[in-house]
């Protein structure tokens, strides 16, 4: 037992133990019951631990411990909980049966994990569609495990001051008082593995995380056998220069593959999952262990474990790929290689586009050519990724052959499902909705919800965000100098709510709205029919355009007639997606077509009964052509052209046609025809665009081929 946790039993009186079991398994994270149950222990110290169970256990008062501990009803549900953790944890899932006990697992290599918000290992839409891939395979019960970093400073906490500047700060994250702990060997000594950098040894140790029943390790550098420099590679997510992220990449990739075989064993890995360029070192590591076991050369070793590699690559724009300079990968990695017998040109041709050329290491094309199923995450981006790669394939003439597929991703339904609309799917579609959402038949059982329910649950998602911006306004303000009083003003919960947030790279064109200000201003101040604005978002600290676009809208929101109707919230996070993507009665995208290769925030609007307005880029061009069969529409969409004819059509379609279809209401005031639009797309779209199917396809298409790959390879 680690020492926290010791600390904890020691703590808390005896009937509060079960808590304990509860806190340190991340299920908790998508469990309504849990939740509530750590709310009502003390809900202010909930909020300032930022959801850290295990803080907020710490910090309890003794007189708040003794009270509960004799309050039968808390009693009661704590034992509810802990029975269905148990039950979760040993009853077998959709996939049980499919992979019996002791199959080789598949291990998921990612940069970013989003589990929870008091663990700030993620940036964005990588870390979120890695940590929901996490939960799906649990709830499926797929033998998966996940290998990411423990960044002690994370990603930046984003403050914006009285004229929209952005300011990024950045906050320890403290391992000892999270539910996490070190893993650890047989022999209950902390686990470590060394990897050469340079032609020093570094030391990596790592966190499990246990999230429902797949286990996710987090590698850190941050011990006292390193360097004072060395201890500081696994600091901040996309915090510093190429050399920091090199030396990441090969403690996420190399030092992660090494880690991995030492705690389950070199058999115990049967397959990879790369999720995203950043990890693709693990594959050069994973031959090398091959060739090192049965005595082959690096080569043959990594044509064995190519079948058994699965690449997973997740923008069409440039910049998200990483390429390293030579001299710079070569001064780094040069002992790795030579101590492993791999010849540097050998090494070099697997990542170069031209081999032989003296252009950058590409960590992309290494990923392509050391793996042997490869996807992009939506239709549209399969076939952009095709055509952007296919130089690699010179004898192929038609993208069409390239050998890149792809699997549309999907969001953890269960994690951003509002309580008021869980509630409504509990009765149309079973209690047990949050295992089985991926199977498309049950969820037209929605159109059995009554109007007046439904509206009442989107009523009560809609004030939950007002509140939620309402806090958030209080503390910004408070740190202006400003009167708080003001922040109860803002936002009304009649008017029609509409959300952008999003990272503000510049492609997804947060300002595209403010290209037409009087019709703009027209919309936020028709009496009858009020429109609001929520924007959200961080623009990375090196990115100034995105920073410049956080100042116009921040700007345009001073004004004295769009005031406390067009917000803009500082540190979107994933609570605060949560509270958004809730409330949102209609969620906008308006990206530079086609580069969003899926995006997911419009999904999770769509499974809270929100509707879209988007660009046909991404998941959004799919699901409008593969999922809107109904004569009822699930949407609007805009074409996704230029600049000028974009704006257009957003402004004609709020116009024409959200407005007014949002305020037709019948007598009690309900807007039946709106409902009908979000009967219709919860009813095709909820199954296809949740992490179950989208794991699910991942088991058929790739994992069982990978795996038994391995098993045919040995
Ligand atoms: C879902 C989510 C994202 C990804 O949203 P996109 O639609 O892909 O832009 C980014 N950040 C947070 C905090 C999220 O919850």
Redesign the pocket.
Known sequence: MTETREKLVERLPAPLHPLIDIAYNFRWSWSEEAQSLFEDIDATLWVESRENPVRMLLDLGPRRMFQLAEKQDFLVRLQSAHEDLNRYMSTPGAFGSVYPKNTPRVAYFSAEF?IAKSLRVFS??LG?LAGDHLKSASDLDLPLVGVGLLYKEGYFTQEIDENGQQHATYRQLKPHRLPISLATSEGGKPLKVKLFIEDREVTVQAWKVQVGRIPLLLLDTDIEENSAEDRQITDRLYGGDRKHRLLQEMVLGIGGMKLLSQWLGDQAVGALHLNEGHAAFAAIERARQFAKKDGSSFNEALNKSRGSVVFTTHTPVPAGHDYFDIPLLQAHIYSYLKSSDIEWGEFLNLGQKEQGSTESFCMTVLAVRTSAQRNGVSKLHGQVSREMWQGLWPEERRADNIPIGFVTNG?HMPTWVSRPMGQLYKKAVGPRWPEIGGEAGIWKHLFSIPNNELWAARNRNRAALIQRVRESLIKQMARHGESSEEALEVLSPDALTIVFA??FATY?RATLLLSDEDRLMKLLNDKDRPVQFVFAGKAHPADEPGQEFIRKLHEFGEQKGTKNKFIFLEN???EI?RALVQGADVWL?TPRRPYEA?????M?ASGNGGLNLSILDGWWAEAWTDHNALDISIGWAIPGTTDEADSATLYNILEKEVVPTFFDRNEEGIPEEWLGMVKSNLSQLTAYFSTHRMVAEYSHIYYGPALRAFQRSF
């Open positions: 989003a964005g839409g979120v969001v999003r990272r997804k979107y996070d994933v997606a995208n899926s995006g997911t925030s419009g999770k």
